[in-house]
């Protein structure tokens, strides 16, 4: 399975080269892989643009983190307390439906041009999706398995940490998933936007804003490699710790 | 007797599904169980006699009327369920099943729970589990995951115990295996035991009391006292009055005999 994995990898940097040699397209637009290669080096060598991946892998951790354990909180006391989840469910579909991006205003209205105002957005909005998927997680419990717990004398927060969350637990991990790759996007998205000084998506868009292109595809590489390497993390992860999911 | 085993009154219990109780599955049953006592309910498919046993363990609540548990202060419960393999535990080893209960409390260590476990299955005669201890229960087949339903039952060495179809899912061999150990835990703890079974041996093999049901609506329409002690042998089955008693449970719920 590895060798097709990396019979991936030549394939992109093949047909790369290929559209560059065919000169259809100026160096400036598309920069042949082996400067882009160059580039990369540069990268991984200087402690500035390090730093920015430091930054926005520092930022998704703390969003991710944060939002998953809110998400998974308010999925548990809407799923618990049906009459607030009743007058919850139309502001929640509201928001999660809503583009985040778009929210970016309001919060920066109220929390200022800052990474506080940043993250406080990308964890409202992941926070939203694993709430979700944690309260159909609950609601779609095997009420077989908390039958067996409660004639066992198994009650209160014993059978919702032993019982209902384990058996939510795979539907939470498809929310978490989810959200892990909102997190990114979001965090990306909004280094790009007005105020940011740090960060991949500075470095993305300031590379496009001075024609530095050869950079530019390197931290957009960069980025895709950090995504690929938290989307794997998650599986380790779900392998090891919701083996049970799907079975 | 179990001092601590509790005896079951049900004075008029009625329960009817859905939102707003417009099923009845029973109405106006009345059950005295005495402590220690086994019990056996016999009737068809869909009669109602699981929300029965849902109701006089308290896992549901009867829609009218009572039920009592007679001199019992803090029991130990287990309930055999039909969907033996809904009923384990994914994330759980087969011997964290089995211990569950101490599994989940926080006060009980849990290193010696192996032990406990192993020392049950052989105390059971039930080795045939010991392979499987480390497996998870959606990598052991439906028939083990019915023996490990009933090796947690036991376990838990229960004041009342509920079955309900326990043995469905055995073949010949494990169904004698765990029909002896049913008895001997019975006849060592003296719990009281509601067996639940559209199986009429699995009944009259281990009941002191058969209670026969019918459906439409359930009701109680017959009631036998077994004349055989326990520990029963399975060679009871070719007697004559086995036998007879068979027919006659039988046909009393199958052909609306009225003898």
């Known amino acids: 399975m590895k060798r097709y994995v990396i019979l991936g990898i030549i394939l992109i940097v093949l047909i790369w080269q290929l559209i560059v040699s065919v000169g259809f397209f100026s160096q400036l637009v598309l920069p042949s892989p082996s400067k882009v290669a160059v580039a990369l080096y540069t990268f991984v060598t200087s402690v500035k643009s390090l730093s920015d991946l430091g930054i926005t892998t520092f930022r998704f951790f703390v969003s991710f983190l944060i939002s998953s354990g809110l998400g998974v909180i308010i999925g548990v006391i809407i799923s618990r307390f049906p009459r607030i989840g009743s007058v919850l469910s139309f502001p929640l579909d509201f928001f999660r439906s809503l583009p985040a991006p778009a929210l970016f205003p309001i919060f920066m209205l109220f929390l200022g041009i800052s990474d506080i105002a940043r993250i406080s957005l990308v964890i409202f909005s992941s926070a939203l999706i694993v709430a979700v998927y944690t309260n159909h997680g609950i609601q779609n419990c095997h009420q077989i398995k908390i039958r067996a717990a409660k004639a066992a004398g198994i009650r209160g927060y014993s059978l919702l940490s032993n019982v209902i969350l384990r058996e939510a637990k795979p539907e939470i991990a498809t929310g978490l998933r989810i959200s892990l790759s909102v997190t990114l996007i979001l965090i990306v998205v909004l280094e790009m936007l007005a105020g940011s000084t740090t960060g991949l998506g500075k470095r993305i868009i300031d590379d496009h804003m001075l024609f530095r292109t050869t950079d530019m595809y390197a931290s957009i590489i960069i980025v895709g490699f950090l995504g690929y390497l938290l989307n794997r993390l998650f599986l380790l992860w779900h392998r090891r710790y919701v083996h049970w999911a799907g079975k | 007797m179990n001092k601590q085993s509790p005896g079951i009154e049900a004075k008029n219990i009625s329960k009817s599904w859905g939102d707003n109780e417009t099923l009845p599955v029973f ?59 809904g009923s384990l535990y994914n994330w759980l080893k087969v011997f964290e099943n089995i211990a569950f209960q101490k599994w989940f409390s926080e006060k009980e260590p849990k290193s010696s729970l192996v032990q406990d476990v192993k020392q049950l299955l052989s105390e059971y005669n039930l080795t045939a589990l010991r392979p499987l201890l480390t497996k998870y229960p959606y990598d052991i087949s439906g028939g083990e995951c019915q023996l490990v339903a009933l090796a947690r039952a036991f376990f838990a060495k229960p004041a009342l115990l509920f079955l309900d179809e326990p043995f469905s899912a055995l073949d010949v061999k494990n169904r004698k295996l765990l029909l002896a150990a049913l008895q001997q835990m019975w006849s060592t703890h003296k719990p009281t035991v509601l067996l639940v079974s559209h199986e009429i041996d699995d009944v009259l093999l281990t009941a002191q009391r058969v209670l026969a049901v019918g459906d439409n609506p359930m009701k109680i329409i017959g009631e036998w006292s077994l004349p055989w002690s326990l520990p029963r042998a399975q060679s009871l089955i070719v007697t004559d009055e086995f036998a007879k008693i068979q027919q006659e449970i039988k046909s009393k719920v199958y052909l609306g005999d009225k003898k």
Do not use: C, M, R, W
Not at chain 2, 36 to 42: K, L, P, S, T, W
């Open chain 2, 27 to 85: 109405e106006n049953i009345n059950l005295n169980i005495s402590p220690g006592e086994f019990v056996g309910i016999y009737g068809p498919n869909g009669s109602g006699k699981t929300t029965l046993l849902y109701v006089l363990s308290k896992l549901e609540q009867a829609s009218k009327g009572t039920v009592n548990y007679i001199n019992s202060s803090k029991h130990e419960s287990a309930f055999v369920f039909q969907d033996y393999k």
